[in-house]
């Protein structure tokens, strides 16, 4: 394995089922979290005795990861998965997949891949495993919570609903901060790359990795300059702490006042 620099690389290894199938499932095993794995080993198969959070996980984890295969080989069949047989190509698409969401291992040329698939591996970096887990990314549960919330406020409904239970508006409020944080700190990580001479894609690739803890990268890491592998160095602190956990503990905790300001509506959207 090549773990200098460039995540794991499996490349030599894209065509041995055994080992992808492995790994694809210690990862998919890894992200699910604690609170999912107690309602499968305590209640096994009645669905109806599952934690909310446990039918969202393994819901959402399931959608992505198909989702996620079949758009990669869609898109990569051709250019990065270009010259493997199919059923390797359809492995390769299915582990980056998976990988993308917190494992760091790669059986794909990540610098091969074409623009769309390079913006797929974002998104689902960017999104990460479930909340409780070993991964990183936004979480899937907080994911699950804003793409609820804004098709329920497409379709003018106060109410989030899924697997007939109602989100609870605290929950709702808490995914909005988190995501505007992190993506906050991409940005700012992605700046500040950029200003010592980092492409912008390899700057977003970069900083979105390592926020995500997802340890991919397209070989740039060893040649940053100093002070672009501190903001790499915080930007993976602050994703294994969290984002919101990271911006409290930078704050002043200012109780609550008794008299609260008057409200009033603004334009949004």
């Known amino acids: ?79 990065a998965f270009a010259g493997a047989p199919t059923g390797q190509k359809i492995l390769m698409a299915a582990f980056q997949s998976v990988t993308a969401r917190t494992a760091g291992f790669n059986t ?34 907080t994911f699950a919570a804003l793409l609820l919330s804004a098709f329920a406020q497409a379709r003018r409904r106060e109410d989030v609903n899924i697997f007939r239970r109602r989100l609870d508006r605290d929950d709702i409020h808490k995914a909005y901060s988190n995501v505007t944080l992190y993506f906050l700190a991409c940005l700012a990580g992605c700046m500040v790359l950029c200003a010592q001479g980092v492409s912008m894609d390899d700057a977003l690739f970069e900083a979105i990795s390592a926020i995500g803890t997802v340890g991919l990268t397209r070989g740039l890491t060893p040649s940053l300059p100093e002070l672009s592998k501190l903001a790499v160095l915080l930007l993976m602190f602050a994703g294994r702490v969290g984002s919101m956990s990271v911006a409290m503990a930078v704050t002043r905790d200012q109780p609550q006042a008794k008299l609260r300001n008057v409200p009033e509506k603004i334009l949004i959207g």
């Open 108 to 141: 794909a040329d990540l610098t091969a891949l074409s623009q769309s698939g390079t913006l797929l591996t974002l998104i689902l970096m960017f999104i990460g495993a479930g909340s409780g887990s070993t991964g990183g990314g936004i979480k899937v549960n």
């Open 1 to 79: 394995f090549d773990l200098l620099g460039t995540g794991a690389s499996l490349t030599t290894a894209a065509g041995a089922p055994l080992l992808n199938v492995v790994l694809m499932a210690l990862v998919i095993c890894g992200g699910l979290g604690f609170l999912v794995w107690d309602d499968l080993l305590t209640h096994g198969r009645h669905v109806r005795r599952w934690r909310l959070h446990s039918k969202i996980v393994l819901s959402f984890t399931m959608a992505l990861f198909a989702g996620g295969a079949l758009a990669f080989y869609v898109l990569e069949r051709d250019r």
